[in-house]
């Protein structure tokens, strides 16, 4: 400015408001706000990485076959269901989950292999089959179950899962009607019909 004869200050980096000697205001609106939708930002990233369980499991019918079927042992005659579990493992570490129905008195999984096994951040499909007592359905053949998760790190959860069984009719003594209700009972590789009166 003093090579071309003007006053020094004419190009500076400000404000018409400040220039025009107006009061200035530090805490503008702006200032306040973006602050706070940045925080908000954070706080829900923070809660999603922190809710990220050490593994996802994913339970399906297998394909193929009915729905149940009905499995006769020494102990009492039980009602399976094939399964498909899959086995996400999200930490860096290999897992063996093992699986489990403790809330169903008699009620067991049944997977000839042992444990499922999970390398580290790698992903397991594996078929299992439920066992449950009849009477753990009910009327309406319907059984809603919770199939325990364990993991030989510590990961523990309960995976919900709707059955679909033999429909008894209320009020039934299982005693007196087992034979009836067995006649429409599948077993695996044979089919009960009804014998006839004598």
Do not use: C
């Amino acid at each position: 400015m003093d090579k071309i004869g003007r006053p020094r200050g004419l190009i500076r980096y400000s404000a018409q408001a400040r220039i025009e000697g107006e009061k200035q205001h530090f805490l503008r609106p702006r200032v306040v706000i973006y602050p706070l939708i940045l925080a908000a930002l954070l706080t829900g990233l923070i809660t999603v990485l922190g809710s990220i369980k050490d593994a996802e499991i994913t339970v399906v019918r297998a394909r193929g076959g009915l729905p149940y079927f009905r499995v006769e042992e020494a102990a009492g005659d039980q009602i399976g269901t094939r399964l498909s579990v899959r086995v996400r493992n999200r930490t860096d570490k290999p897992v063996d989950y093992d699986f489990a129905l403790p809330d169903i008195p008699g009620a067991t999984v049944s997977r000839g292999d042992g444990p499922v096994h999970v390398e580290a951040y790698g992903l397991a499909t594996a078929e299992m089959v439920l066992l449950l007592p009849p009477r753990a359905y009910n009327e309406h053949g319907r059984r809603e179950v919770r199939l325990a998760v364990t993991g030989s790190d510590g990961f523990a959860t309960q995976v919900p899962y709707g059955l679909i069984g033999p429909a008894w009719l209320e009020g039934r003594d299982e005693g007196e009607h087992g034979d009836e209700r067995r006649d429409h009972e599948v077993v695996p590789g044979k089919q009960h019909t009804p014998e006839p009166d004598s």
